[in-house]
């Protein structure tokens, strides 16, 4: 099984709100990513868990936190974004440094 | 010049044509090279990994050429469910979770 899940499908909020996209996988996998893309754009890296510790963060504004809790899940959580953050985030997981497999993503919309 | 490039396209071709995108990689230590398949609004999905001996997989072949630093997808007999951007992946370093995307190469399959 190479599933990735993603909860929300979708999201819509407020500037002042705080809400928490979730990540999970159940492959084993060490490495698990964040990336947000725009339309017509490729996904653009945003953050790395390794062995659930964060070793890359791609100087991501601080109205986005991110947090792996276990082996398993991953959530990024959002406060005081700005409508140009609407965007489709994307989780994904990896073994090592081979194949990554994405969730579905989040489609978010700030107001 | 960019770490990764590709042709964006779009690629209009006929219901059976073949078809072949290029990828071209800057950095020659590259160690992982991926074809990533995209529909619109969705996440993207692992279409093939892509081995030093060139692998097939039913209509679809990959190829890697180190010395040109370049990767190849060729599409036999394409269907219109082929319609899609394909997205070239490379993973530069060994041991390193920042995989490089390409922008994607759009693909259009005319009935």
């Known amino acids: 099984d190479t599933e990735v899940t993603q909860t929300p499908k979708h999201l819509v909020m407020g500037m002042t709100n705080k809400k928490s996209l979730k990540c999970e996988q159940h492959?084993?996998?060490?490495?698990m990513y964040w990336y947000k893309q725009k339309a017509k754009k490729p996904p653009e890296l945003m953050f790395v868990?390794?062995?659930?510790?964060?070793?890359i963060n791609e100087s991501v504004p601080s109205r986005f936190s991110p947090e792996c809790p276990n082996s398993s899940l991953l959530n990024l959580h959002l406060h005081a974004l700005q409508p140009e953050d609407s965007a489709l985030y994307l989780c994904?997981?990896?073994?090592?440094?081979?194949?990554?497999?994405f969730g579905p993503g989040t489609r978010l919309t700030v107001l | 010049r960019k770490e990764v490039e590709q042709d964006p396209g779009p690629f209009n071709v006929p219901e059976g044509a073949t078809v072949a995108f290029n990828c071209t990689y800057s950095?020659?230590?590259?160690?992982?090279f991926f074809w990533y398949r995209q529909d619109c609004r969705k996440e993207p999905k692992l279409l093939m990994s892509?081995?030093?001996s060139g692998n097939e997989d039913g209509r679809f072949t990959a190829q890697l050429n180190r010395a040109s630093q370049y990767i190849s997808l060729l599409i036999r007999d394409s269907k219109l469910s082929d319609s899609a951007t394909y997205l070239c992946v490379v993973n530069p370093t060994s041991g390193t979770y920042k995989y490089i995307f390409g922008t994607g190469t759009r693909l259009k399959v005319l009935a």
């Open positions: 994904a997981s990896s073994g090592g440094t081979d194949t990554q497999y």
């Open positions: 950095n020659s230590a590259s160690q992982s």
């Open positions: 492959m084993g996998h060490r490495a």
């Open positions: 892509v081995y030093s």
């Open positions: 868990y390794s062995y659930e510790k964060l070793s």
